[in-house]
């Protein structure tokens, strides 16, 4: 397991609360206290990590992370799976997000027209997301990544569903390729609302065609006029496709042959096949997410938007399909 690196400032472990009653903390050598005395929960700190979760209201377990238990990804593979993940690695992928790194570049210049050190929320950020590498390697900036994994950026293990923090902590949040894997997507971006600062941005990246890719830990997907609804009380600065036809098309493709057999050797052959027989469609992308019909057919979507009092109505939703479908 990689030992967690990243460690939480002062002034945001002040802005962390208790995620039953969102009570202020007391922090010991291995435990926190919520100060509430009709709470007074206690969660444990492991490798340094508060781990700070709603058992009452999540999939999650606090033994889960007390026990180094597997949740979302496996911690210790094994060496048959490591060997095929370091073979698979070694082919072409079969998904590019186009645009990834020009949309971050955009949230990066907003973050910091906003704020002189913008303090970052990074949902399901245990690793680097795609794109990332200049936002994370941009000094004025604080990311502060949670996760229901531990990882090498893991700063505080939470449940997206009941985040940890005092309303209007952060300036920007990041929840990329995450909102797919929660049972509540409109109640874990409520919170994403609730501890931004008005004005706050956030940058959201999730999938509509696409296969299950997280097992037990994968619920929904949205069109983009479903994306925008799921943020409706973020005022839009951009959005659209950012996986697109192509990368659909390779992923169906694939699970199109995954689908014959349960076996894992054998499903690890047919998805090396698969990668080496289609990676080439994703190219595709770069000419098709500029066109309508991609947003009828797109892999996923991203959206960038502010916390500044919009209110998207249905009626308003109605009217805000950019797809190529005539009715």
């Known amino acids: 397991m990689n030992e967690p690196q990243a460690v939480l400032s002062a002034a945001v472990k002040e802005r962390l609360c208790c995620p039953v009653c969102r009570g202020k903390l007391t922090f010991g050598r291995q435990s926190i206290t919520c100060t509430n005395p009709s709470c007074a ?54 998904s590019q997000p186009v645009g990834a790194a020009r949309n971050y570049g955009v949230f990066c210049d907003l973050l910091l027209r906003l704020a002189t050190s913008p303090r970052v929320l990074v949902v399901g950020g245990s690793i680097l997301g795609v794109g990332m590498k200049e936002l994370a390697s941009q000094g004025r900036i604080e990311l502060v990544a949670t996760d229901v994994s531990m990882g090498p950026l893991t700063a505080v293990v939470c449940d997206s569903h009941d985040l940890p923090f005092d309303n209007e902590t952060f300036d920007g949040a990041i929840v990329q390729a995450v909102l797919e894997h929660v049972v509540d997507p409109t109640r874990c971006v409520a ?137």
């Not at 929960?41 to 992370?65: C, K, M, T, W």
């Not at 238990?69 to 073979?87: A, K, V, Y």
Request: aromatic share 14%; net charge positive; glycine share 10%.
């Open 41 to 94: 929960s206690e969660f444990p700190i492991v490798d340094g990590v508060p781990v700070l979760l709603n058992e009452a209201a999540s999939v999650f377990s606090i033994g889960d992370f007390v026990q180094r238990r597997n949740t979302t990804f496996h911690l210790n593979p094994g060496i048959g799976e490591r060997t095929m993940s370091r073979l698979l690695g070694l082919l072409p992928d079969i």
């Open 191 to 327: 919170e994403i609302h609730r501890v931004l600062k008005p004005q706050g941005l956030v940058y959201a990246e999730t999938p509509f065609m696409q296969q299950v890719h997280m097992g037990r830990y994968d619920f929904t997907r949205f069109t983009h006029s479903g994306h925008r609804r799921l943020f409706r009380h973020f005022g839009e600065v951009a959005s659209g496709p950012i996986c697109g036809p192509g990368m659909a098309l390779a992923w169906s493709y694939q699970y199109f042959l995954l689908s014959f057999t349960e076996s894992r050797v054998l499903r690890g052959l047919l998805r090396a096949f698969g990668q080496l027989t289609s990676f080439f469609l994703k190219y595709f992308d770069y000419y098709l997410v500029r066109r309508r019909a991609a947003v009828d057919a797109a892999s996923g979507f991203f959206f960038i938007g502010r916390k500044d009092g919009t209110v998207l109505s249905d009626r308003e939703l109605s009217r805000y399909y950019r797809g190529a479908i005539s009715t």
